[in-house]
């Protein structure tokens, strides 16, 4: 069957990084999926469906093609959508969410357009299916996030994995009808109910990593760590954690679930988890980040493999204060971070001291280390001092920003 990751533009390479390392092959990159973003095409069978949903980092969702075909009419579309295997990944009578994008094709009215495919499900069922308009499938963006209260949270993630979300998209007069097999999004991990300002999503960091080339062998620290998403996301990485462990899936609610291979896949990733990892070090100056990084940590089961501290950034110290990581890290390595850089946080300051401060620590505290680092203002990353190679375009919370990939180096 083919399948489409869908993920944030710019995490494509990343993706497909991850998607080979499955053992799984990709077929195509999109870097324009309409609502979606971008995302990557491959091919696997229903266990690599499973698997994918629980190892991608970088993905927001997981699709199953359901089917591609050419449809100029809506006839047409309610015809060929009929025969399409629905009786796999519906149940008789469910409400379902249609999300339509319509490009160069004669047929653009989006709401016509879902309720013919959705007259073709009922055709194909035998029994009506409901066309549900929830809010909870907006893209949430992470100031949305910020403001949910944890029980608030969870309801929504709970109304978004029990409504299957059908997506349709028309590109000069070609329909492809996928279904949605992850329910709430996949950065939505179950470890993060408190969030400090403008968190970052976990899907981003795990990026960020990746990017890096940071694989759990050498020292990581993060000096703006805010809620904790980069250490966590480090610590899950090193440890070979399942990113999907703590959650569940829309394919778990599909009439052929297997629930004996799931559990399967559940203990060889067991099976093949570490036990040691390279020293992490995350601070911030905000107390109150710090024991929401903490409180996420220890939900993420990864607290004791990272040394939290409240501290500026001008009082970085590379040591663990738990005995069994008394000595320093040994060799270079990883400065991973997100500073504030005057959008959603510290808008309007003038903030080239804070990183001028930042690049002359590093200088002394970690020489040889290599940094990456979120940011939107080249005289920002001007004012660390260091050297930057020219870096990765993403997204983060609707900000165009660049992930810049430097090295430290003396004075």
């Known amino acids: 069957m083919k399948l489409f990751a869908v993920c944030a533009p710019g995490l ?12 799984l092959f990709p077929l195509a990159t999109q870097t324009d999926a309409g609502e979606e973003g971008g995302g990557v095409e491959f091919e696997g069978e229903l266990t690599d ?32 959508a009929h025969n399409l295997p629905w009786e796999r990944y519906l149940n008789s009578g469910e409400s379902v969410t249609i999300r339509v994008t319509s490009h160069a094709s004669k047929l653009y009215m989006k709401r016509v357009i879902a309720r013919h495919v959705a007259e073709g499900i009922t055709e194909r069922l035998g029994k009506p299916v409901r066309l549900s308009h929830a809010a909870e499938h907006r893209e949430e ?13 969870a ?6 994995s029990d409504t299957p979300l059908i997506v349709v998209r028309l590109l000069n007069d070609v329909c492809t009808i996928s279904v949605d097999s992850s329910g709430e999004h996949l950065y939505r991990r179950g470890y993060k109910l408190a969030v400090a300002k403008a968190p970052l999503r976990e899907t981003l960091a795990a990026g960020m990593l990746l990017a890096a080339g940071w694989e759990g062998k050498s020292a990581l620290l993060d000096p703006f760590c805010g809620s904790g998403t980069i250490p966590i996301e480090a610590a899950l990485l090193g440890l070979a954690i399942p990113p999907g462990v703590m959650r569940s899936f829309r394919f778990q609610a599909w009439p052929g679930y297997d629930p004996n291979r799931w559990q399967e896949l559940l203990r060889t990733a067991e099976s093949h988890r570490q036990t040691t990892l390279a020293p992490i070090f995350a601070s911030d100056r905000d107390a109150g980040a710090i024991q929401m990084s903490i409180a996420n940590a220890e939900r993420a089961g990864v607290a004791e493999f990272i040394q939290f501290s ?16 008394a000595r ?45 680092m979120l940011g939107t203002d080249d005289r920002l990353f001007s004012a660390t001092g260091l050297t930057w190679e020219p870096g990765i375009s993403l997204v983060n919370g609707g900000i165009q920003v660049r992930l810049a990939l430097g090295q430290v180096t003396g004075f």
Not at 141 to 153: C, D, F, G, R, V
Not at 155 to 160: D, F, G, K, L
């Open 12 to 23: 494509e390479p990343f993706l497909t990084q991850e998607i080979k390392a499955l053992g």
């Open 49 to 80: 469906l499973y698997r994918a949903n629980l190892w991608l980092r970088t993905a927001s969702r997981v699709l199953a093609r359901l089917g591609e075909f050419p449809a100029v009419g809506f006839p047409e579309l309610r015809r060929k």
């Open 141 to 153: 963006s992470p100031q949305t996030q910020e403001t949910l209260h944890p029980s608030s949270a």
């Open 155 to 160: 309801h929504m993630n709970s109304a978004q």
């Open 310 to 325: 409240q501290r500026a950034v001008s009082s970085i110290e590379l040591q663990f204060a738990e005995p069994q990581f």
């Open 328 to 372: 320093p890290p040994q060799g270079p390595g990883w400065v991973v971070t997100n500073p504030p850089y005057g959008v959603r946080v510290s808008q309007g300051k003038d903030l080239r001291n804070l990183y001028a401060q930042l690049g002359k620590v590093l200088r002394v505290k970690c020489p040889g280390w290599r940094v990456a």
